[in-house]
């Protein structure tokens, strides 16, 4: 699809941004995400080939890579700029859920990719691994932050043994990038595994709370008896759990669990609620029967006032930053970038970011409500977007028809555009 010149959403978008860039890296950035959003096929190619007043794919290979060096200060500086509506602005109220992302490859020939394992399946998978934060604030979500983590063994091939970093001391990271920003959300989800005495440490020194499942395997002290969280959870009796009703925040379905809490003492992080929960579901009858086999979860927090269900309900909304790597992948290409080095990869993820935190701002701006009626999914946003895009071109074509009827590099454009015979215009 034809990337045309001068988009208004785009445009007003990065502008003010409060960045200098020089005028080939401006256009670069702007192309580029603009081609994430209308066109199928995310390479450098594909989109110069389909830029009006744009560059050729050498030049905007060249800014782009260029540009991996400014990435954390775009989405920095974006950051600021969305905290300046009120609708986008981070809230009290919100969740900041930090995970793993492998994003599948084809090849070891790309830096930083190696085999990873992930708990969607047996085996490992060939990628490239982003840790990444994610804002839900409820009517309103965006990423905020990513890093890339890469095995020792894939350095050693790259000879950049020295760059290696830890999963939770890049998590740690984060957290700390996160509160020089300022922001007042101070509710952190996590999974099992970035719930690490360090990690809770870093969080609790900054004021943060945080809810997060905890492996059974974990040792606690309970009335002056030292036991694993498992076995914590084979002494609670069936008297004790409650029926606690919680809604997905996303997509209201109800959802019921039995829940028991103990307050234990874990050694160097020091008191925690524990939530033991496990998930049931409803028959037409209206009775309840566990839904999994053994399939009970611990949940760990900080949160010592809170209801059982409002920390299940909580940890719950951990699930959109899951679905925001669906969105990234099926509607910004997340998968498609195969440049070969660490920084293209980098500048790459920047720009899905970019292009994302772009939709949710177009339809709080209302620029996507004449285009759909219904907005509710990232992908519903792009669809809307790109019927915006269609207009433009469509003003454009008729444009250059009306100017240049008789011109016969309009009639060229014109049949490379539609695949039409051009002595029929």
């Given at each position: 699809m034809i990337v045309v010149n001068?988009?208004?959403?785009?445009?007003?978008?990065?502008d003010e941004m409060g960045l200098e860039l020089k005028p080939g890296k401006d256009l670069a950035l702007k192309n580029f995400v603009y081609g994430l959003l209308v066109n199928e096929r995310a390479s450098i190619n594909n989109i110069a080939e389909n830029t009006i007043q744009g560059q050729s794919e050498r030049q905007m290979n060249r800014a782009i890579h260029e540009l991996s060096a400014k990435c954390d200060d775009l989405l920095a500086a974006n950051l600021e700029k969305l905290q300046e509506v009120s609708s986008l602005a981070i809230r009290s109220t919100g969740v900041i859920a930090l995970d793993e992302h492998v994003i599948p490859k084809s090849g070891t020939h790309i830096e930083g990719v190696d085999y990873f394992h992930t708990s969607a399946g047996e085996k490992d998978i060939l990628g490239l691994s982003m840790i990444s934060t994610h804002y839900y604030g409820g009517a309103v979500e965006y990423p905020l932050d990513r890093d890339l983590y890469r095995r020792e063994q894939e350095l050693e091939k790259w000879g950049k043994e020295q760059l290696y970093r830890p999963k939770n001391e890049i998590a740690r990271n984060l957290i700390r990038k996160y509160h020089a920003l300022g922001m007042s959300c101070?509710?952190?989800?996590?999974?099992?595994?970035?719930?690490?005495?360090e990690n809770v440490k870093e969080l609790t020194s900054l004021g943060y709370s945080y809810v997060s499942k905890i492996k059974r395997n974990w040792a606690i002290n309970f009335q002056r008896?030292?036991?694993?969280v498992a076995e914590l959870h084979a002494s609670i009796p069936e008297s004790e759990r409650e029926l606690v009703e919680v809604v997905n925040s996303k997509t209201k379905e109800k959802r019921y669990f039995t829940a028991a809490s103990r307050n234990v003492f874990i050694n160097k992080i020091g008191v925690q609620r524990l939530v033991f929960a496990k998930e049931l579901e409803k028959r037409d009858t209206g009775e309840f029967n566990e839904k999994y086999r053994d399939g009970w979860i611990c949940l760990a927090t900080n949160m010592q006032d809170q209801?059982?269900?409002?920390?299940?309900?909580?940890?719950?909304?951990?699930?959109?930053?899951?679905?925001?790597?669906?969105?990234?992948?099926?509607?910004?290409?997340?998968?498609?970038?195969?440049?070969?080095?660490?920084?293209?990869?980098?500048?790459?993820?920047?720009?899905?970011?970019l292009a994302y935190r772009l939709l949710i701002w177009a339809d709080r701006l209302g620029w996507l409500n004449p285009y759909s009626s219904c907005l509710k999914t990232l992908g519903k946003k792009r669809e809307a977007f790109k019927r915006f895009h269609d207009e433009l071109y469509g003003e454009w074509i008729t444009?250059?028809?009306?100017?240049?009827?008789?011109?016969?590099?309009?009639?060229?454009?014109?049949k490379l555009i539609h695949g039409v015979n051009v002595q029929n215009i």
């Open positions: 001068k988009n208004p959403i785009i445009q007003e978008f990065f101070k509710t952190w989800v996590m999974d099992s595994y970035f719930m690490t005495k008896k030292r036991l694993s209801s059982q269900g409002s920390i299940i309900q909580t940890y719950m909304k951990r699930w959109t930053i899951e679905t925001s790597y669906r969105d990234d992948t099926q509607e910004l290409h997340l998968n498609g970038c195969m440049w070969r080095n660490i920084e293209g990869q980098y500048c790459f993820i920047s720009l899905v970011f444009d250059l028809k009306s100017r240049c009827e008789s011109c016969q590099i309009a009639r060229v454009i014109y």
